[in-house]
């Protein structure tokens, strides 16, 4: 049973770098593609980014200047680094193991982890 599970800080302040972790249990991180996806207030899921099993990294063009993301195989955990962040940054943020089927496709999926962004 493949379980992904957020972790990170519930609240950063403007202009300072968000990280949060995804842990993955039930199977190796390299043998799929990984994503993070967000949910802000009252909008729709957006993919921020996705690192697939051959080792290649995309982001979404909007966030691609100030987002990161890179494995810890060794942990079998994955980070996602988004700097410079503004409430407009403030959502709940997903981990999920990518399906095909579009950026944002997963078959399972983390639990969520509510960030707020404000001073």
């Known amino acids: 049973q493949v379980q992904l599970q957020e972790s990170g800080p519930g609240l950063v302040k403007p202009s300072q770098t968000l990280s949060l972790t995804c842990i993955v249990s039930?199977?190796?991180?390299?043998?799929?593609?990984y994503r993070w996806i967000r949910q802000p207030p009252g909008k729709g899921l957006e993919w921020i980014g996705s690192?697939?099993?051959?080792?290649?990294?995309y982001y979404r063009p909007s966030l691609k200047s100030r987002s990161s993301i890179y494995w810890d195989t060794s942990k079998n955990q994955f980070t996602l680094q988004l700097s410079s962040v503004t409430p407009e940054d403030t959502a709940v943020y997903y981990c999920?193991?990518?399906?095909?089927?579009?950026?944002?496709?997963?078959?399972?999926w983390g639990q969520g982890t509510q960030v707020t962004v404000s001073s």
């Open positions: 999920g193991r990518g399906v095909s089927g579009g950026m944002g496709s997963c078959d399972y």
């Open positions: 039930g199977g190796s991180i390299t043998m799929h593609t």
């Open positions: 690192n697939t099993r051959s080792g290649n990294t």
